[in-house]
């Protein structure tokens, strides 16, 4: 699945990915491939990307909002 990851400066992230988790107000969440629409708010924490290569990158968040919708997962990170 496509990930974005985009701050009000720049784009930090943008690739293929089989893995994401979130840091969800709720709690942390996953996203895998043909995961049914969603749009939520997100908490500061980490974000976990397991690339189709199996390589793990964090990134770092102070909050925002994620969207994922046919296989494409945007996060509007602060």
């Given at each position: 699945?496509?990930?974005?990851?985009i701050?009000?400066?720049?784009?930090?992230?943008?690739?293929?990915?089989?893995?994401?988790?979130l840091?969800?107000?709720d709690?942390?969440?996953?996203i895998?491939?043909n995961?049914?629409?969603?749009?939520t708010?997100l908490?500061?924490?980490?974000i976990?990307?397991?690339g189709?290569d199996?390589?793990?990158?964090?990134?770092?968040?102070?909050?925002?909002?994620v969207?994922?919708?046919k296989?494409?997962v945007?996060v509007?990170?602060?």
């Amino acid at each position: 699945m496509k990930v974005e990851i985009i701050t009000p400066d720049k784009t930090i992230f943008s690739g293929e990915a089989i893995l994401v988790q979130l840091p969800g107000v709720d709690g942390s969440f996953e996203i895998l491939k043909n995961h049914a629409p969603l749009i939520t708010i997100l908490k500061t924490g980490e974000i976990k990307v397991q690339g189709n290569d199996e390589k793990i990158r964090l990134f770092q968040i102070n909050g925002g909002v994620v969207e994922v919708l046919k296989n494409k997962v945007l996060v509007l990170a602060e």
